[in-house]
């Protein structure tokens, strides 16, 4: 099994920047790619960004492409999210989660792993 626990979230102001940060437990991290979804209050929870095994690949959901970056440090068992620019519609839940499989994805159903999650608030 593996665990994971996000931090990093809180209020931002628009314009803004928050670090968004997830630590993996239980299993080998480096075996599994990764990644953010996001759900705001009265929707789906929606694709944000994903991340291969070894970083080499990434992936975003358009609306936060070229102001979001996602990263990994194998080391420390820990993916990151990088939010600059932020924007009132950022607000939600971030969640990390990671595939069963290990490659890379940007369904939620291919995902079997997930945090608890961390609150973003964007102020405008």
């Known amino acids: 099994q593996l665990q994971l626990v996000e931090s990093g979230g809180g209020l931002a102001q628009a314009g803004g920047s928050l670090r968004l940060s997830c630590a993996a437990s239980g299993r080998t991290f480096s075996n599994y790619a990764m990644g953010w979804f996001r759900q705001a209050p009265g929707k789906e929870r929606e694709f944000v960004a994903a991340?291969?095994?070894?970083?080499?690949?990434?992936l975003y959901a358009d609306s936060v492409k070229g102001r979001c970056t996602i990263s990994r440090d194998n080391a420390k068992n820990t993916v990151y999210l990088q939010m600059n620019s932020l924007k009132p519609e950022d607000t939600a839940i971030y969640y990390c989660?990671?595939?069963?499989?290990?490659?890379?994805?940007?369904?939620?159903?291919?995902?079997?792993?997930w945090g608890q999650g961390t609150q973003v608030t964007v102020s405008s």
């Open positions: 989660a990671a595939p069963s499989r290990g490659t890379i994805a940007t369904l939620i159903v291919e995902y079997d792993y």
């Open positions: 991340i291969s095994w070894s970083g080499g690949s990434t």
